[in-house]
Nanobody
């Protein structure tokens, strides 16, 4: 099983970025994005079911971020708009088989990508 995150970078306040997670060998139906800022715990951002395509978002990103999938390319993307300084973090994609009641808990995820840095500044 492999997940590889990419697409991070430096962007101005209000700008946009799209992160990509290329997956292989997954057995879990859910792929999520988490983020971790310096000195803070890893927090849930968004999730998508690979079958069916149902989605879930953290309140802090709802309406600004969109998670999507391309099963043919085994890729899950995170489109981030209206970026704020508080979105600055390392972003990770991860896979799980857990029921969605536990989506928020990073300890329920079996496999993680390596992370990609997103920095939002003025």
């Amino acid at each position: 099983v492999q997940l590889q995150a990419s697409g991070g970078g430096l962007v101005q306040i209000g700008g946009s970025l799209t992160l990509s997670c290329v997956t292989s060998g997954l057995t879990g139906d859910t792929v999520s994005w988490f983020r971790q800022a310096p000195g803070k715990e890893r927090e849930f951002v968004a999730a998508i079911r690979r079958s069916g395509g149902g989605t879930k978002y953290a309140d802090s990103v709802k309406g600004r971020f969109t998670i999507s999938k391309n099963n043919a390319k085994s890729t899950v993307s995170l489109q981030m708009n209206s970026l704020k300084p508080e979105d600055t973090a390392i972003y990770y994609c991860a896979s799980t088989r857990v029921v969605w009641s536990y989506l928020w808990d990073p300890s329920k995820y079996n496999y993680w990508g390596q992370g990609t840095q997103v920095t939002v500044s003025s």
